[in-house]
């Protein structure tokens, strides 16, 4: 009938807490680098150059903006540029 191998039956040493946080933390670091490198590459294709953009809101939307935005002590232009650079951070994995 077959021969019976004896199987490796001893369990994986268990990580400590301070080995896991070491690890999420080095995989932290790489996602921030990896982030930041994504960011840079997409600086330098756009060639230095500002590009206008022109949106169509409704008035009373563009009122409150206005208002949230002195309020907080920004102009429209960089409120909006915040805006962009988040959309483009959280769909950078399509870029890649």
């Known amino acids: 009938m077959g021969d019976?191998?004896?199987?490796?039956?001893?369990?994986?040493?268990?990580?400590?807490?301070?080995?896991k946080?070491?690890?999420?933390e080095a995989k932290k670091q790489?996602?921030?680098?990896?982030?930041?490198?994504?960011?840079?590459?997409?600086?330098k294709k756009s060639g230095g150059k500002d590009k206008p953009i022109s949106a169509r809101v409704n008035g009373t939307t563009y009122t409150n903006f206005k208002k949230i935005c002195e309020a907080r002590g920004?102009?429209?232009?960089?409120?909006?540029?915040?805006l962009i650079s988040d959309f483009v951070l959280?769909?950078?994995?399509i870029l890649e």
Request: glycine share 0%; net charge negative; proline share 2%.
């Open 4 to 19: 019976m191998v004896k199987k490796n039956t001893a369990k994986p040493e268990k990580k400590s807490l301070e080995e």
């Open 21 to 24: 946080v070491a690890e999420r």
């Open 30 to 43: 790489e996602t921030v680098h990896t982030e930041n490198e994504t960011i840079e590459n997409i600086a």
């Open 74 to 82: 920004l102009t429209s232009n960089a409120a909006l540029n915040m």
């Open 90 to 93: 959280e769909n950078k994995h």
